[in-house]
């Protein structure tokens, strides 16, 4: 089992930057693939980033988002630079047993509880 707290979200403007963080318990953090995923009102959860020995980024934010991870303290991070107001919607971070660091949100199984990040224009 392994929980995961989301949090670092916020009201920044266009062109700020954030920095999320999910912290997890359990100690095989390092076994597993770490993702982000995002859900802006009246739409679809979808795929930010994720992590295991490698990273996999969603087109819409290559360039701009950094995902890294740090296994002594069991947390992952979504460096979010040159916002822009269609970033806008509530992050959440889900842990994946399988390793690959897959956009596909039905390969994980853990998934924290979310934090908003709104954007204005």
């Known amino acids: 089992q392994v929980q995961l707290v989301a949090s670092g979200g916020g009201l920044v403007q266009a062109g700020g930057s954030l920095r999320l963080s999910c912290a997890a318990s359990?100690?095989?953090?390092?076994?597993?693939?770490m993702g982000w995923f995002r859900q802006a009102p009246g739409k679809e959860r979808e795929f930010v980033a994720a992590?295991?020995?490698?990273?996999n980024y969603a087109d819409s934010v290559k360039g701009r988002f950094t995902i890294s991870r740090d296994n002594a303290k069991n947390t992952v991070y979504l460096q979010m630079n040159s916002l822009k107001p269609e970033d806008t919607a509530v992050y959440y971070c889900?842990?994946?047993?399988?390793?690959?660091?897959?956009?596909?949100?039905?390969?994980?199984?853990?998934w924290g509880q979310g934090t908003q990040v709104t954007v204005s224009s």
């Open positions: 889900a842990a994946s047993s399988r390793a690959a660091p897959s956009s596909d949100i039905l390969r994980y199984e853990y």
């Open positions: 992590i295991s020995w490698t990273t």
């Open positions: 359990g100690r095989t953090f390092s076994s597993y693939a």
